[in-house]
């Protein structure tokens, strides 16, 4: 029989879970039983929908049967089972569902992190047992399979009998080697409190044959004598954790199962439990995850909450459940009112899951209503991964969210040196501000330089900081903040009311060199009422703004949008004086210090200079 080789990354991943010295090595018992628990959903689901099953929902169990004398603990289930070809892809590779991202860089403390916070899946049995032997039959089938394996080695697949559906997982343990004791998992006790500890929410009962000590029948009252006999038994509760009272249940719980139910390496930042009775019976138990996933902002990213019926899951990820906005909401909703016979097509336009699906954004929102109230720190951290998510949905379709997602948006304050609000901006504003000042750059950081602030930061008022390139678009969709319109802090006029304008007159030869000078390089040259202490800056007027102009040269660089630009000068600064004099005494010099200026601004506005060696040439040339 020939020997297969495990691909390359997998055969890592076993050569770290049989030399592991993980301390919770016991972990491989749950990844198992929720191996066959998937399995068996799977032929549940179908037994709905396919009469050929044959199977009720409580027909379905999984066994766990451990042999003293062997050595070997079986786990057994009689669920969708695997054919060679499944054999070979699943077990010969690393999980493809992707749960398990295998990093280039393991250490020993990574170690513990990826085996005890993931779902390692099936090899993290190879941590206990030397030598793994599956023995399946695919539903449809009547062949049946056997895969063996002593780890690193590879593995071998042969046909065999199997006379019922489903699939056997054999183990035989490592020899006992201090302080490893591996026996333990061949006793009753240890099996049955992993299984209360790990796997006690499966839906379907976890077996065993336990060893009980029972009085004798028959036997005298006063002189009892008692048996040893063995009962089967069911391990787990099976109530899942969805259905349980939110009081009965600890915080500890519901990050325990989100993250071994999702993958994720940390708690989530939130819980939220619904228990709905009405226009549809429901219960879903949501949570907002503390960072995306690896996949979140990639195109593989696939929304979705799991969705059961009575307990069946019909389907993993049921992106109809959750809005847009919430796309990074991960969990199950489970409701006895859906029919089950229903195609996944169908399903999508299924009433029901519109009203399940419109309640829960109406729960998730007030969820982030309350963190951003209550716990501000934990909001700004959720903000930090998923703010952008919400910012986008706010903005799609022309804004038809803005209402239901406005305030829930953050953006820096000059003012207050941290992330506020919207409407904290609005309720701080003075009684003769009329707009909400906003100024775009790169970072806080650039956006804190740019000389046009200067005027509304000399007045201690308060300008929001868009620095990401989607907060561009805010203006132009948004229009207004309830009765509060915005305005740039930087393009166009302030509308202060009371701002200098300058005097223009002595200075108009002097604007219009700078005008001839640049060329078509700038639409406009003016004296600007904006700055105190700086030379120059750019604006761009009404319309598109530099950050749009940056945004399409990324996305879209064969537009080539371009911004207008406007060259505002304070011609109260020395340095516009002495380009006055050199005009007179030297042209070309002024045409350098003209050059300069307007290299200057593009610089400040975060443009890219059109030819950076020829402007440090020029600053050079002036040394002399
Ligand atoms: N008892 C079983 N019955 C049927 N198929 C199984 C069984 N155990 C494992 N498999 C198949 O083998 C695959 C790999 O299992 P493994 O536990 O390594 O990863 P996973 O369950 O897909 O992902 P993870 O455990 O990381 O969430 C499963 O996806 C499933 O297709």
Known sequence: MERK???????????????????????????????????????????????????????????????????????????????????????????SSGTFQFRQELDKDAESDVIGQFGVGFYSAFMVADHITVVTRKYGDEQGWRWESDGVEGYTIEPCRKDTVGTDIIMHLKADEEPEEYSQYLQEHTLQRLVKKYSDYIRFPIRMEMTRSKRKEGCPEDKPEYEEIKEWETLNSMVPLWQRKKSEVTREEYDKFYQEHFGDFAPPQSVITVSAEGAVTYKALLFIPSQPSGQYYTEDFEPGLQLYSSGVMIMDKCADLLPECFNFVRGVVDSPD?????????????????????????????????????????????????????????????????????????????????????????????????????????????????????????????????????????????????????????????????????????????????????GSRVDQVKASSKLKSHPVCLTSGEGMTFEMEKYFAAVQPDLALKAKRILEVNVEHPAFAALESARITDPDRAKKYAEILLNQAMLIAGLPLENPSDYTDLLCSLWK
């Open 338 to 518: 859906l029919s089950l016979n229903i195609s996944r097509e169908l399903l999508q336009h299924d009433r029901q899951l519109k009203v399940i699906s419109n309640n829960l954004e109406k729960k998730i929102r007030s969820e982030l209503e309350r963190m951003l109230k209550d716990d501000r720190e934990g909001y700004e951290k959720f903000y930090r991964s998923f703010g952008r998510q919400l910012k986008l949905s706010a903005l799609n379709n022309y804004g038809a969210m803005k209402e239901k997602l406005q305030d829930l948006l953050l953006f820096y304050s000059s003012t207050q040196k941290k992330l506020v609000t919207l409407g904290e901006y609005v309720s701080r504003m003075p009684e003769e501000q009329k707009y909400i000042y906003y100024a775009s750059g790169d970072s806080v950081e650039a956006v804190d330089h740019l000389p046009q602030t200067e005027l509304l930061k000399d007045r201690s008022m308060e300008i929001l900081y868009f620095t990401d390139k989607t907060d561009e678009f805010i203006p132009d969709i948004f229009r207004t903040y309830g009765d509060k319109a915005f305005r740039s802090a930087v393009d166009g006029d302030l509308e202060l009311g009371d701002e200098k304008q300058p005097e223009t007159a002595d200075h108009q030869e002097t604007l219009d060199f700078l005008k001839e000078t640049l």
């Open 5 to 95: 080789e495990f691909q390359a990354e997998s055969k890592r991943l076993l050569e770290l879970m049989i030399h592991s010295i993980y301390t919770h090595k016991e972990i491989f018992l749950r990844e198992i039983l929720s191996n066959a628990s998937d399995a068996i959903d799977k032929l549940c689901y179908r037994s709905l929908t396919d009469e050929q099953v044959g199977m009720k929902r409580e027909d379905f169990a999984i066994t766990i049967r451990p042999d003293q004398e062997a050595r070997t603990l079986t786990v057994s289930d009689n669920g969708i089972g695997m054919n060679d070809t499944d054999l070979e892809q699943n077990l010969g590779v690393i999980a």
